[in-house]
């Protein structure tokens, strides 16, 4: 079983991965009580496979990337920013189409927010991305092109959404941020020495102003059309992405 999981641990991960949190929420289903824990289903798998295959070594190495902290600061901010623009971009389209203004009181205390990025960490950001990015993304081919592999991973990842997203407003809306909201992230990845940190970042941002903060702040027809906004802005920004720093998602080479 080992040699075997040594040979194929990128398919070992993703059938873990996907093993774990569709089990999980199939047990959460049926028995309310059971914890929820689909968030990790990525990270459990992602020390599964590393330490049955490379033992200590693996786990050195998934936590290394999880920590990689020294990058430059235009890329924190951008980590933090891009996500947060592109949900207020979304919301101001839905206001601009006839969505009614959120009122002031349903914001909460500014200082809320110091709250909720915490809360929202050590959930599906931290149990996502220690696996996609951690684990699988730097074992995709590198005959491939970065766009190519983050589309692949993209795919992936919202094909992993897929019991979660039957919840959402939009399930296709939800899908197709998904596989968009992926390669943007990449974009941060492959320029920051390929850290999941950055990217636990990213995610944390987007889930926590999007889905927690302002996203609440609508319902019915108006949510819907947010959802569609919110997965439109997605894609006009990757595909403006791509145009301007090409399949590499980046300028420069990355230094080895």
């Given at each position: 079983?080992?040699?075997?999981?040594?040979?194929?641990?990128?398919?070992?991960?993703?059938?873990?991965?996907?093993?774990?949190?569709?089990?999980?929420?199939?047990?959460?289903?049926?028995?309310p009580n059971f914890p929820?824990?689909?968030?990790?289903?990525?990270?459990?798998?992602?020390?599964?496979?590393?330490?049955?295959?490379?033992?200590?070594?693996?786990?050195?190495?998934?936590?290394?990337?999880?920590?990689?902290?020294?990058?430059?600061?235009?890329?924190?901010?951008?980590?933090?920013?891009?996500?947060?623009?592109?949900?207020?971009?979304?919301?101001?389209?839905?206001?601009?189409?006839?969505?009614?203004?959120?009122?002031?009181?349903?914001?909460?205390?500014?200082?809320?927010?110091?709250?909720?990025?915490?809360?929202?960490?050590?959930?599906a950001p931290l149990g996502?991305?220690t696996g996609w990015r951690?684990?699988?993304?730097?074992?995709?081919?590198?005959?491939?092109?970065?766009?190519?592999?983050?589309?692949?991973?993209?795919?992936?990842?919202?094909?992993?959404?897929?019991?979660?997203?039957?919840?959402?407003?939009?399930?296709?809306?939800?899908?197709?941020?998904?596989?968009?909201?992926?390669?943007?992230?990449?974009?941060?990845?492959?320029?920051?020495?390929?850290?999941?940190?950055?990217?636990?970042?990213?995610?944390?941002?987007?889930?926590?102003?999007?889905?927690?903060?302002?996203?609440?702040?609508?319902?019915?027809?108006?949510?819907?059309?947010?959802?569609?906004?919110?997965?439109?802005?997605?894609?006009?920004?990757?595909?403006?992405?791509?145009?301007?720093?090409?399949?590499?998602?980046?300028?420069?080479?990355?230094?080895?």
């Amino acid at each position: 079983m080992t040699s075997v999981l040594k040979r194929h641990s990128l398919v070992a991960f993703f059938v873990l991965a996907f093993g774990i949190s569709w089990g999980n929420y199939l047990l959460a289903r049926a028995w309310p009580n059971f914890p929820f824990l689909f968030p990790y289903g990525p990270l459990l798998a992602a020390v599964i496979v590393a330490s049955v295959t490379r033992g200590r070594d693996g786990l050195k190495d998934l936590l290394n990337r999880c920590l990689r902290w020294r990058v430059e600061l235009k890329w924190y901010l951008a980590a933090l920013l891009v996500p947060v623009a592109i949900a207020i971009a979304a919301v101001s389209l839905n206001i601009l189409l006839g969505a009614p203004m959120p009122k002031a009181d349903r914001f909460g205390p500014w200082y809320s927010l110091f709250i909720l990025f915490p809360m929202v960490l050590v959930d599906a950001p931290l149990g996502e991305e220690t696996g996609w990015r951690g684990y699988a993304l730097p074992r995709f081919s590198a005959k491939r092109s970065p766009l190519v592999n983050s589309l692949i991973l993209g795919v992936l990842i919202a094909g992993w959404h897929v019991p979660v997203a039957l919840a959402a407003p939009s399930i296709a809306a939800y899908l197709i941020g998904s596989v968009a909201s992926a390669v943007l992230a990449n974009w941060v990845y492959y320029s920051v020495h390929e850290s999941a940190l950055l990217v636990i970042v990213y995610h944390t941002a987007q889930n926590a102003i999007g889905g927690w903060y302002l996203f609440r702040m609508f319902s019915g027809p108006e949510l819907v059309r947010l959802w569609g906004l919110w997965a439109a802005a997605y894609v006009v920004v990757v595909f403006v992405l791509t145009l301007v720093a090409g399949p590499n998602l980046r300028r420069r080479p990355h230094p080895v």
